[in-house]
């Protein structure tokens, strides 16, 4: 869990800006340039950082099910340009390769390296990891994209959670 969290803390700093843009990238292994991205990039970097490409697995599992995921872009196949890079698309597969957990309002039942998503107030959806680090009122902090690039700040609650996962590997 340790290198996990290693990847996504090496992002704050780097990843400056929140760019939503739809862009070409390699397949696989494939990433927008590091000063920029969204909040699902946080995650997806974190991961490749531990050698788990996201981008290869979403788009995998979205050939092999795709009637597990939502619907919502009107696309005829699966695109490893962006479907990783999409909220929704990660809640499926983390919840049909981790494991899906129960929503709580309590901060000891979200642990390190668990990831979180949310509904924000205009109702987009957002992800970020559960960091091994707390806010003074001991609730754990997130590596999260909202706008201002990846930052470590106490969000947990700031929003309606709507998934709770944890997804493990045996590189982690």
Known sequence: ?????????AQVGKTVSYDPGYTSIAFPGGDVPIERGVCT?????A????????????????????????????LSRPDPNIDHRR??????FFARHGKALPISKDARDYKP?????????????????????????GRPLVIHNI??????????FEFEVTGHYRYRTGVN
Do not use: F
């Open 41 to 45: 990039d946080v995650v997806v970097r």
């Open 87 to 92: 909220v929704p698309n990660l809640a499926v």
């Open 113 to 137: 390296g668990d990831i979180v998503t949310w509904r924000l107030s205009g109702g987009l959806a957002h992800i970020g990891l559960v960091s091994d680090k707390q806010s003074g009122g």
């Open 147 to 156: 706008g201002a690039g990846a930052q470590l700040e106490d969000v947990l």
């Open 47 to 74: 991961y490749r950082g531990i050698g788990v490409d996201l981008q290869l697995l979403v788009h995998e599992d979205m050939r092999a099910a795709p009637g597990a995921y939502p619907k919502l872009w009107r």
């Open 1 to 9: 869990m340790a290198q996990l969290l290693q990847s996504a803390y």
